[in-house]
DNA sequence: TCCAAAATGTCTTTTAGGAGACAAAAAAGC
DNA sequence: GCTTTTTTGTCTCCTAAAAGACATTTTGGA
């Protein structure tokens, strides 16, 4: 088993992978254009090769609630194909994506077929919850300092990438696009970054957050 | 398939259900007292028979923040099960409760044997995730007032008894018990509620709440 | 290369609601 | 029934951070 639950090809065996290959049809997104929109039938999921997604909902007024970000080696488009109700939540492509799509009937017969993969699903599911949970505590915990600090720590898991100075976080993010993860404004989240950065506990590079002093960055939380 | 896709049991074939209980243990918890905790093994998963649960975590000043409540004919302890790593949370009866205690080993047997079952598991986290997403966006999106109000209209589906003057919530909360679900204080739910009550969208009887006016109570939702 | 659009930086004002303090009421235990 | 503990009601004060306004910088597209 990979370490990364969500890494869900790469914990399966040659013949499952055979299997999920054989129904999926490669697709390629642009940057920021949406693959399914709420209000859709889940039709199909999908599996991330290259690229990024966002998982959001809308408020009223027009802004961006994001649920989740979706790394390379993921499935999203998932928890909703297994209910009989149209897609409440937007996918769109943060960065140039391939995607595998798989229909969801199809999808769904693979599981019959193959019940070990049934129980992988049930794990990237679980954890996922658990991590949903996770956020749900943040929120109701730590104010927007922690908050931001949590993000970025959690981000390394999934875009972590060590050089020199520290570690890079391979993802480009507006800071309106980190307001909408950790539920904030985006003069908040400028102003917080710009705090982490005079205190030595970050940096920017090429448009990317690196994290210089993660000891220093911890203690933002609180 | 059952409306409500939480309910497991009543879900499932009567060979399922056979499979199920041959490996159950049942256990009562009298009220207030502890199921599991946080730094446990998740050695059991469990279904509720009867009564009531409440899926906790604490923060450092000890603190509650409820992540969620179960209801009977739910299970709970699922997801942690499918990771090899400590429970995160606790689990306290809010009310006398009997539940039926599966060995997590034995479980995991029963999804091999039983695929369908694995399916309908993947169901239930489906739709468990799909929620923890809805209280993100409620977190992010909604202020006491809203939150309070979507709270009680949502708990109608598991605990709601529709008697002369409206819907009677069929559960015994306090104050400071809803305010760790909602993401508050007690004393701004006692306002608020208090608020609810004088503009007639609600009532205290027995300790419960009854929705008068459902449609004025959702107008609280902005 | 230039221009329009997007993203960032930095003010200032405003307010929801957290948090403390204490009295009153209700419930639980003996 | 009586006492202790829990829960509720209602103040007050105070701060984090939302939200608006606008200048500046950066970016991406033609």
Do not use: W
């Amino acid at each position: 088993m990979a370490k990364n639950l969500d890494q869900f090809l790469l914990s399966l065996e040659p013949s499952e992978e055979d299997a999920f290959r054989e129904n999926a049809m490669p697709l390629v997104f642009k940057k920021n254009h949406n693959i399914f929109a709420n209000g859709d039938n889940p039709d199909y999921i999908y599996y991330i090769e290259k690229g990024r997604v966002t998982i959001y909902r809308l408020t009223k007024d027009g802004n961006t609630v994001t649920v989740a970000i979706r790394h390379p080696g993921e499935l999203f488009g998932l928890a909703e194909a297994f209910m009989e109700k149209p897609r409440k939540c937007f996918a769109q492509a943060i960065e140039t994506t391939s995607v595998l799509a798989v229909r969801t009937e199809d999808f769904k017969n693979i599981l019959r077929i193959i019940p070990e993969l049934s129980i992988k699903i049930n794990m990237v599911l679980a954890n996922r919850l658990r991590r949903a949970e996770g956020i749900i505590y943040d929120l109701i915990n730590y104010n927007v300092s922690g908050r931001l600090a949590r993000f970025l720590l959690g981000l390394q898991e999934q875009c972590g990438r060590i050089c020199g100075t520290g570690v890079v976080l391979d993802i480009k993010l507006t800071h309106n696009d980190i307001a909408a993860i950790i539920g904030s404004t985006r003069q908040s989240v400028t102003q917080t970054l710009n705090e982490f950065k005079d205190e030595g506990c970050i940096s920017i590079e090429d448009k990317k957050i690196v994290l210089l002093n993660k000891r220093k960055l911890q203690q933002k939380v609180y």
